[in-house]
């Protein structure tokens, strides 16, 4: 168990860590629609962490970094990477080849509700700010 959490908490630090080293004024390319060109999604550039959702594992971990990369994985997975786009208000997602869109619930600091379209039905998903488990001393 405590394996498991360290190498959870790696994952999320490493996560944070390319997050935090992307150039922020490339994420600009990804405004809301209606907003100016300066402002990026509250999404962009978090760790995010699976809480409830009809089809994907609680736990599993999202991070929408600012040039397009998307970043998924979890304590039992090798990260996976995909891509996605937010133009025009319509957010992308590519994960293994496939694009669909995906409906942006609701956003605010402590929530992202996501519902995405895949080609085989809908799936919710209700993410919060991933949980960093505390380094070993």
């Given at each position: ?70 970043v998924l994985t979890s304590p039992n997975s090798k990260a996976a990477f995909g891509a996605w786009t937010y ?32 080609p085989k039905g809908s799936v919710e998903i209700m993410l919060m700010p991933a949980r960093v488990a505390p380094?070993?001393?």
């Amino acid at each position: 168990m405590k394996i498991a959490l360290r190498r959870a908490g790696g994952i999320a630090a490493l996560l944070l860590a390319a997050a935090c080293s992307k150039d922020p004024d490339t994420a600009a390319a990804y405004p809301p629609a209606g907003q100016p060109s300066n402002v990026k999604p509250g999404f962009i550039n978090k760790v995010w962490e699976v809480n409830l959702s009809t089809g994907v594992a609680p736990g599993m971990l999202y991070a929408f970094l600012s040039d397009g990369t998307l970043v998924l994985t979890s304590p039992n997975s090798k990260a996976a990477f995909g891509a996605w786009t937010y133009k025009e208000g319509v957010l992308r997602m590519v994960e293994e080849s496939q694009e669909y869109k995906v409906d942006i619930l609701s956003l605010s600091h402590d929530e992202l509700r996501l519902r995405s379209n895949h080609p085989k039905g809908s799936v919710e998903i209700m993410l919060m700010p991933a949980r960093v488990a505390p380094l070993p001393p």
